[in-house]
């Protein structure tokens, strides 16, 4: 039986089958209640029990760790499934699984003599701290990074300020966007060292959901995802104690050196979310498109000649996301690498972009094939459209993307997706 994952990942392992095997095992339940994620605008909080007892809060988590030591690969083909069934939680599980990279980075930092003798003791017990939270606690963990305040030099600009004090550190800031807000069990949240205006001063901090100084931004009405919980937080005064802090000078940055292309080397998976909704949607109107007739005729509703052309144009639009953003994949997962990471990002900042425009195109021809009667909001093709017009602005839109890219064609100048000044 081929599993939903393969549609995307192609040539899975015996062992990257067997842990697709235990996602396809929760898409059931995840279709059952997505259009009332929908509906509602409320994650489904029985999906961390779902995902905890599946092992799934671990997926590329070391077995060291407790997790099932997934890749990328997995990742991405996981994230593909699940965007199938229900994106919103597609969206929200793949931010918990980016909160891994704060860890597994830093192992692989220690690894390339990165940290001196006296900082490695520091940055391995964060690691492990992180890691082992995921596997071994099967805890959720919510990774809040992005903000509102942008700069013209970079998409996210980090104002968020840890100010040292005895024992630990103070943190004062808002975070606009990161999914699970109030239901993670521990918050993973970037902010800058006070005194600090560029990369090097960039900390992460581990703050317990209920903590003192922890608040919910406002609930927004937004028009796709709507199940995410990603209003974000608002942080006064919050106490952070160092054994919670990963606030060495240079230590993002080192960490950032061993990753391989979107970012910390896992968005493409955030981005095979949208892609699965797209997958998916094209199906359900394939089907519907041979199992509807015309009434006076007989023959099925996809033979008539507009709707054969929106159907080779939804084609296109899938089978341009899906080289795209397999391309991506096989740039940094492959051994050895192919290509130098400036160019390996390069590809990052254009694919975000392509996987997005098609996918919304395609989702946008899929209502045009099942016409009035799926304009219905709590329609799967009124749902797809919106949720994948979230895709369009997510971190950085197509045009930024090119911008960046051509930018580096000229000048040779990768500006930074992860900014906090005009010396970052």
């Known amino acids: 039986m081929e599993l939903v994952g393969e549609h995307f990942v192609e040539r899975l392992t015996v062992r990257e089958r067997e842990i697709a095997a235990i996602v396809e095992s929760v898409l059931p339940a995840l279709r059952a209640s997505a259009a009332m994620v929908d509906q509602d605008g409320e994650f489904c909080r029985d999906h961390v029990k779902r995902f905890s007892e599946a092992g799934l809060l671990g997926l590329v988590v070391p077995p060291d760790y407790g997790g099932l030591g997934g890749g990328l690969r997995d990742l991405a083909a996981a994230t593909f499934a699940i965007g199938s069934a229900c994106p ?42 992180v890691l082992g939270a995921m596997g071994t606690e099967r805890k959720w963990l919510a990774n809040f990074a992005s903000e509102s305040v942008k700069s013209e030099t970079a998409a996210i600009t980090i104002t968020t300020e ?69 209003h974000g937080l608002v942080l006064k005064d919050v106490f952070v104690a160092v054994q919670n ?18 970012f910390v080397g896992n968005q493409l998976a955030g981005m095979a979310c949208y892609l699965g909704a797209a997958w998916a949607i094209y199906h ?52 050895p690498p192919l290509l130098e990471k400036q160019k390996v990002v390069q590809h990052w900042r ?66 930074s997706s992860f900014g906090v000044g005009a010396d970052s």
Not at 92 to 100: L, P
Not at 166 to 195: H, M, P, Q, W
Not at 287 to 315: V, Y
Not at 402 to 410: D, G, K, T, V
């Open 88 to 129: 919103s939680t597609a969206l929200a599980w793949f931010f918990h699984c980016s909160a891994a990279s704060r860890g597994l980075l830093a192992l692989e930092a220690i690894k390339q003599n990165l940290f001196d003798a006296e900082e490695v003791p520091v940055v391995r017990a964060f690691a492990e701290k």
């Open 162 to 230: 840890a100010k040292p004090i005895d024992g630990g550190y103070l943190l004062n800031g808002i975070k606009s966007f990161g999914c699970a807000t109030g239901v993670a069990d521990r918050y993973l949240v970037t902010a800058k060292l006070e005194g600090y205006s560029d990369a090097g001063g960039l900390c992460t901090f581990i703050i317990d959901r209920d903590a003192e100084g922890v608040s919910e931004r406002r609930r927004w009405n937004a028009i796709g995802m709507r199940g995410t919980a990603n």
């Open 245 to 262: 802090a990963l606030a060495l000078p240079n230590a993002f940055v080192r960490c950032m050196q061993v990753s391989r292309g979107s």
């Open 284 to 335: 359900q109107t394939i089907s519907m498109l041979r199992q509807r007739t015309f009434a006076d005729t007989g023959k099925p509703l996809g033979a008539s000649p507009m709707h054969q052309q929106l159907i080779g144009e939804m084609l296109v639009d899938l089978e341009s996301a899906m080289l795209w953003l397999r391309r991506q994949l096989e740039l940094e997962t492959s051994s």
């Open 350 to 415: 254009l694919c975000k972009g392509q996987v997005a425009e098609h996918s919304f195109r395609l989702a946008t021809n899929a209502l045009k094939c099942v016409g009035t009667s799926g304009a219905d909001d709590a329609q799967p093709h009124a749902r797809t459209l919106r949720d994948l017009a979230m895709s369009l602005v997510q971190a950085f839109p197509a045009e930024r993307g090119r911008l960046m890219a051509a930018q580096w064609e000229i000048s040779g100048a990768e500006q």
